[in-house]
């Protein structure tokens, strides 16, 4: 039986602004911040920020086509100017590169960095030990800042390519959240913890939401 035309309109409408809910909510909190990206390769910066742009999850086939600028640069989000700052990733121990990251850690308001939560609830030796790296290096350069006002996230992306996330996300966000060295980074760092997935643009608007929560 159909749907009543006003019913219609109603389901349609709270779909559209369900999907948009996560984006919408990211504008107003970041407007005029200036945001670093930090994080290894292929862990989700690009798409992440195509997302944010574009309202949706670009498809695997144009993920590097029309790519998101890199370094310095404003991009609107749902009408709203953020600055962002997104590093080169890092092949390794390379100083001119820790360099770059340095100079985003220490201007900007907000400090997303990106990992594998996959491969961390999975304890992959590879992806523990670049993450511990990375987590002490910026808890060095916080420290020899002192106190300042910039907010650092963790979030973890590729959560949809565990079983685990699938069937019972609270559970694998929990594994995830205790898993050194997210739990010891997290509390030297102060900071707030997000799990979710980029395959899919409900899956990126949740998780975006779940970034918005922690936002001031």
Known sequence: MPLPLVRAVAVVVAVLLGLGAGVALLSKRLAGKHVAIL???????MTLLQYLRDGKVPSESKRTVDPVPGGDFDMDISGKTVHWKVRQDLPGNDSPAYKHWRDAFEKADYVWYLFRSDLIANGDPDEIQAVRDHL?????????LGADSRRVMLIGTWADQDSIFN??????????????????GSLGLGADV???SLATTDGANRLAKRIGRYLN
């Open 194 to 196: 997000v799990v979710g």
């Open 136 to 144: 002490d290096m910026l808890k060095t350069w916080k420290k020899e």
């Open 167 to 184: 069937e019972k996300w609270e559970e694998f966000d929990l594994v995830v959240k205790q898993a050194n060295p997210i739990k010891t």
């Open 39 to 45: 994080g290894r390769q292929q862990v989700g910066k």
